[in-house]
């Protein structure tokens, strides 16, 4: 066995640690290094799977995956391609909350913060999804709980898990407290509120169990739901088990915008962001208003609930305004205009907040033909010949730049077949 070390430069400033070791093996000529220096060294992914009976080992230079438009973009279907998406079960999820029924995130904050792009990613996953038929307890193949529920006063509904562990029983318990969470041994705690009239509680046992670091190493994951348990005073109704309840988180999203939306029509951010030095955060964002906006449309569009119309239409006005004036308008080069992911000052010029509200802006034709054009004439300044960059940090700053990962955010077809053969290693010719 030998060492081997690796230098990472730059003109300015190093990026990483510049020299890395890493216990490296030869034969017959060839030199190997282990794949957890590799992937950690060049930033890059990979792993052993197994088909056409042989162990294969994948690799690549993203996560991400590039979804195929199956059919034009419609405000009452599927939200680009999130019907794949597993929100809920994301690394920076802490939890659902058992009183709001949304994801608590912990980006920029490990004490967890109701993050709106998440949330209204979460109801957008679940939309237009098909939910399960309601079954009995005592099942092994479904694990999302509803009830009806009244409580009088210091109430619980719990329910008993036989899990994928070996061992005794799981216990989640559903308990009248504003309690986020708490756990100890293989007992989770969620509080749901005080309840005191009727109201629907939908929660995914998969999630209340993965959600918690006490067994989310593991990967446990209910096998059998074996009883629920109910203690205090209160009144209980429709206790049923299915498969999915997709409608319910759906609607726990929409309800979630329609009431955190601030005066100026946004949905703010409550968490200090990290930034580089030289900006200064402001709210909101043009991410959050988009994806705030086609999750309330869909919610008024199966409800013709009027207040999830009026609320859709408050979310344009920052469109209207410059970050300074809380909105998330910004111009390059005094010339095109742009839509802020996060504004700054000064601007940072992330693509994707431009990219992902115009599903929620087609009925404003204008706007829309008028942010697509600056992001055609600004799209070859992210573009590197070996990946793209997350802002332009590196030319309002004069800094280095953040790569980014290649997913479904580009929308002319040049970019998007260049930027997927970086997924597995393409560059751009030598001169």
């Given at each position: ?23 490296v093996g030869d034969e017959g000529g060839e030199v190997y290094l282990p794949f957890s220096w590799v992937e950690r060294f060049f930033d890059v ?165 993965s959600n918690t670091k006490v067994v989310k190493a593991t990967k446990t994951m209910p096998r059998r739901v074996v009883q629920p348990v109910l ?94 004036q809380h909105g998330v308008k910004a111009t390059l080069l005094n010339k095109y205009n742009r839509y802020e992911k996060y504004p700054t000052m ?86």
């Amino acid at each position: 066995m030998y060492q081997t070390s690796g230098t990472q430069t730059n003109s300015q400033k190093p990026i990483s640690d510049p020299v890395a070791q890493a216990e490296v093996g030869d034969e017959g000529g060839e030199v190997y290094l282990p794949f957890s220096w590799v992937e950690r060294f060049f930033d890059v992914y990979g792993r052993l799977v197994q088909y056409d009976g042989m162990e294969r080992f994948e690799f690549s230079h993203s996560y991400s995956k590039v979804y195929t438009q199956r059919e034009p973009y419609h405000p009452d279907g599927v939200f680009m391609s999130f019907e794949g998406c597993n929100v809920e079960m994301r690394d920076r999820v802490k939890c659902i909350s058992g009183v709001e029924g949304v994801p608590i995130s912990t980006q920029w904050s490990p004490e967890g913060h109701f993050y709106p792009i998440q949330i209204a990613q979460y109801g957008l996953s679940h939309y237009k999804n098909s939910d399960g038929v309601s079954l009995v307890l005592d099942n092994a193949k479904d694990f999302f709980l509803t009830f009806d529920v009244k409580f009088v006063f210091n109430s619980s509904v719990s329910v008993v898990l036989e899990t994928t562990e070996k061992g005794r029983p799981y216990i989640i318990h559903y308990i009248t407290s504003p309690l986020l969470l708490s756990f100890k041994d293989r007992e989770v705690i969620y509080g749901i509120g005080s309840r005191a009239s009727w109201s629907t509680v939908s929660c995914e046992l998969g999630v209340g169990l993965s959600n918690t670091k006490v067994v989310k190493a593991t990967k446990t994951m209910p096998r059998r739901v074996v009883q629920p348990v109910l203690r205090g005073s209160g009144f209980i109704n429709n206790i049923t088990v299915s498969s999915t309840a997709h409608m319910a988180a759906f609607f726990a999203a929409s309800d979630w915008v329609l009431q955190n939306q601030d005066e100026h029509g946004g949905w703010p951010i409550k968490v200090t962001r990290k930034l580089r030095e030289g900006f200064k955060s402001l709210e909101p964002g043009a991410m959050a208003q988009g994806k705030a906006m086609s999750t309330l449309v869909r919610a008024y569009l199966v409800t013709h609930n009027p207040a999830y119309l009026g609320a859709t239409i408050r979310p344009t006005s920052p469109f209207k305004r410059t970050s300074e004036q809380h909105g998330v308008k910004a111009t390059l080069l005094n010339k095109y205009n742009r839509y802020e992911k996060y504004p700054t000052m000064p601007s940072s010029f992330v693509p994707n907040g431009c990219c992902e509200h115009k599903g929620s802006l087609q009925i404003r034709r204008r706007r829309v033909h008028s942010s697509y054009d600056s992001l055609k004439a600004m799209l070859p300044l992210f573009h590197t010949g070996s990946g793209k960059v997350y802002d332009l940090r590196h030319f309002t700053l004069g800094v280095l730049q953040l790569h980014a990962s290649v997913d479904s955010t580009p929308i002319f077809r040049y970019y998007v077949k260049c930027w997927k053969t970086y997924l597995k290693g393409g560059r751009a010719k030598n001169n």
